[in-house]
Structure formats: structure tokens, C-alpha cells
């Protein structure tokens, strides 16, 4: 069974930066693109950032272009969002999501790990 | 690119089928058939029901339905059932500019 697991969240002032992580089980990871999708509370979805399989196609959402950083480290089976300059807006709930091959759409999610920028 | 537009809520009483609607653009919905939906249960990550417009995954109930028609997809629940409530979202890829789309969502009710 497939599992994504997401860390790092918490509590951060705006302007800071924070590092989020997933780490994937049941498939083989560097055959998949992957995503981070986010829910701002009692609101809807919004993709945020997606990597291809080998990274060589990497995509932003313009809310986060040029704050977020995506990665992948193959070897570990992880996902990684690097956040920097975190406005209020950038509160929600982060989900690590699996791509359902290459960019076709979105698999199976983490359970999501809460972001909340607050002063 | 604007998010794409579902009904806010929808209800249906227990054995009925209800349509939820998922309407966007020829640069979004009407011009890929990567349209996905999602159900989300209160406080739990949201769950694939449907891909590629129609494909159901495996362990998806039969009862789920999808389909599209020019820039609208539709998602179809046949024989409601009380377990159905939830909130459900429809996803679209669009292109190079805005990769994927989100709709704001439809509230199920079961009544």
C-alpha cells in the first residue's frame, strides 16, 4: 500500500522560512512525478508545486514562485518544499501528493501537515 | 487562469443518483481529459474517485461515474448512500501556464 508521510510543519512569523518533508512507501518514487497541494483553512484546494521523475521539470504556482523551492532526494524516498519569505496567506494545510504517472493528475495523499504564519 | 466553478452544495436522498458539475474552459477542462475528482471526508486528506474523466481506481465503488462534454465534467453518484456526504473537488491539468485547477468544491448532503 502506498504511504506519504509529511513533517515540518508548525507555527512560523511571517517573513521566516520553513522546510517541509514527505517520505513515500509502497511504489517505486523515482518513477513518479509529485506534488504539493494546499488547503487554506475551511477553504478549498490549490496546487501549489510539482517535480517530474527526474526532476527535470519543475513547476510553481504563481502565488509561490520565487519563495518555494521543490525537491526530491530519490535515495530517501522524499519530497521536500523549502518556504521562504511566508506571508499569511501562505497558512494551510500542506498535502504530499503522487502523481498519478507523469503530470496527469494527482494520486494518493499524505495525511497533510498544518502551516500557520502568524506573528 | 480563475478556479474552476462547481455548485457550493447538492443533496440527494438515499437511492437516488445525483450530477455534481465541474465547469471550466477549453484551455483547462474542454482541452485535456486529465479531469480528476475528489472526495474529502471533515479533517481527513482528499481521496481520488475518478481519473482521466472517467476512470474509476480500483476499490472505487461502481456507483461512481465520471464524464465531460465540451468544458464541463460531471461526476455521478447513483444510489445514494448515507456514507456519500462529503466534500467533493474537481481538478483539471491547464497547460503550462497554471499546470492544475481546482474547483471550489460541492457539499454533498444526504438527507
Known amino acids: 500500500e502506498v504511504y506519504l508521510v509529511e513533517s515540518g510543519g508548525g507555527l512560523v512569523q511571517p517573513g521566516r522560512s520553513l522546510r517541509l518533508s514527505c517520505v513515500a512507501s509502497g511504489f517505486t518514487f523515482d518513477d513518479y512525478a509529485m506534488h504539493w497541494v494546499r488547503q487554506s483553512p475551511g477553504k478549498g484546494l490549490e496546487w501549489v508545486a510539482g517535480l517530474s521523475w527526474n526532476s527535470g521539470t519543475i513547476e510553481y504556482a504563481a502565488s509561490v514562485k520565487g519563495r518555494f523551492t521543490i525537491s526530491r532526494d530519490d535515495a530517501r524516498n522524499s519530497l521536500f518544499l523549502q518556504m521562504t519569505s511566508l506571508k499569511s496567506e501562505d497558512t494551510a494545510v500542506y498535502y504530499c501528493?503522487?502523481?498519478?504517472?507523469?503530470?496527469?493528475?494527482?494520486?494518493?495523499w499524505g495525511q497533510g501537515t498544518l502551516v500557520t504564519v502568524s506573528s | 487562469q480563475s478556479a474552476l466553478t462547481q455548485p457550493p452544495s447538492v443533496s440527494g436522498s438515499p437511492g437516488q443518483s445525483v450530477t455534481l458539475s465541474c465547469s471550466g474552459t477549453?484551455?483547462?477542462?474542454?482541452?485535456?481529459?486529465?479531469v480528476s475528482w475528489f472526495q474529502q471526508r471533515p479533517g481527513k486528506a482528499p481521496k481520488l474517485i475518478i481519473s482521466?474523466?472517467?476512470q474509476r481506481p480500483s476499490g472505487v465503488p461502481h456507483r461512481y461515474s465520471g464524464s465531460k462534454s465540451g468544458n464541463t465534467a460531471s461526476l455521478t453518484i447513483s444510489g445514494l448512500q448515507a456514507d456519500d456526504e462529503a466534500d467533493y473537488y474537481c481538478?483539471?491539468?491547464?497547460?503550462?501556464?497554471?499546470?492544475?485547477?481546482f474547483g471550489g468544491g460541492t457539499k454533498l448532503t444526504v438527507l
Open positions: 477549453s484551455d483547462d477542462v474542454g482541452g485535456y481529459d486529465f
Open positions: 482521466d474523466v472517467s
Open positions: 501528493v503522487k502523481d498519478l504517472k507523469e503530470w496527469n493528475g494527482f494520486d494518493v
Open positions: 481538478c483539471s491539468f491547464a497547460g503550462p501556464d497554471s499546470y492544475f485547477l
